[in-house]
Each structure stands twice: as C-alpha cells, then as structure tokens.
C-alpha cells in the first residue's frame, strides 16, 4: 500500500516538468534570406507579451510562437513594419514595443530619468549653498 502512495506522489511529482512542451509543429516558412533577415529584425524589436523581459525572438513562450506565426502572416499579406506594430499595439498595448513612441502618453516614460536627474542635482546645489563656508578650526598642537 505504501509503495503505490509512493509511486502516486513520484508521478505527481513528474507532471509538471512536461507542462509545457514547446512542439513547433509548424516552422516559420519564409520566401527568401531577406523576407527573413526583416522577420527577425521585427521580431527583436517586439516583446513577449508573457515574458516581458524577452523579445519575440528569444522567447520560448507559446504565445510567442503563435505572436511569430503571426506576425510572419501579416508579412505575408504585404504589410510593413509600421502596420504590423500598430496592428499589435492595438491588440496589446504599447508594453509590446521595447522601445515605445514618443508620445503624450509615454512622456513620463522618456523625460522621467531626465527629471528625476535635474531635480536631485537641484537638491544637491540647494544643500551645498545652505552651508556656510567654515573656516577649519586652527590646531596648533599639531606637528606637520
């Protein structure tokens, strides 16, 4: 009886090493180095949507495969970078851009580490004048 436990919670033990199996049923066709080389330019260009710290390309996530299908798809259809960036912005936000527009929505985004930087400089030269020059005190005890 123990040992049927024990084979019971080794296997549930195992289940979720085989989660998820990446199975690329279906590689990426394209019709020559070029169309490529754009595909995979495009794709570093673009984030996992569930990663998020991964590009398209690198990602292994399932949702990445089917983003790459697609995204391949719609260079098929003759749509250009712009078109299919804006198609999954639409879709997913402007989180999908590694490098999102300068827009009035992302100004926070552009001009915060610039902001933050002057206000602390600001800070620092506030502190700095507050401070009265002090002459150093004169030892005399002391042998130089």
Same mark, same amino acid.
């Given at each position: 009886?123990?040992?049927?436990? %024990?084979?019971?919670? %080794?296997?549930?033990?195992?289940?979720?090493?085989?989660a998820?199996?990446?199975?690329?049923?279906?590689p990426?066709?394209?019709?020559?180095?070029?169309?490529?080389?754009?595909?995979?330019?495009? #794709?570093? !260009?673009?984030?996992?949507?569930?990663?998020?710290?991964?590009?398209?390309?690198?990602?292994? #996530? %399932?949702? #990445?495969?089917?983003?790459?299908?697609?995204?391949? !798809?719609?260079?098929?259809?003759?749509?250009?970078?712009?078109?299919?960036?804006?198609?999954?912005?639409?879709?997913?936000?402007?989180?999908?851009?590694?490098?999102?527009?300068? !827009?009035?929505?992302?100004?926070?985004?552009?001009?915060?580490?610039?902001?933050?930087?002057l206000?602390?400089?600001?800070?620092?030269?506030?502190?700095?004048?507050?401070r009265?020059?002090?002459?150093l005190?004169?030892?005399?005890?002391?042998?130089?």
């Amino acid at each position: 009886m123990t040992r049927l436990v %024990l084979a019971c919670l %080794l296997w549930l033990a195992c289940l979720p090493a085989s989660a998820q199996v990446n199975s690329d049923s279906a590689p990426l066709q394209f019709q020559n180095t070029a169309e490529e080389a754009r595909f995979h330019a495009l #794709a570093s !260009e673009l984030r996992c949507v569930m990663c998020q710290n991964q590009s398209l390309a690198d990602s292994n #996530a %399932l949702i #990445a495969l089917s983003l790459r299908h697609e995204v391949l !798809e719609l260079m098929h259809k003759g749509q250009t970078d712009a078109q299919i960036k804006d198609f999954l912005v639409a879709r997913y936000g402007e989180f999908v851009l590694y490098k999102p527009r300068v !827009e009035p929505d992302t100004w926070l985004l552009w001009l915060g580490p610039l902001a933050l930087l002057l206000i602390g400089a600001g800070v620092v030269t506030v502190i700095i004048r507050k401070r009265a020059p002090g002459t150093l005190p004169v030892d005399d005890k002391q042998e130089w």
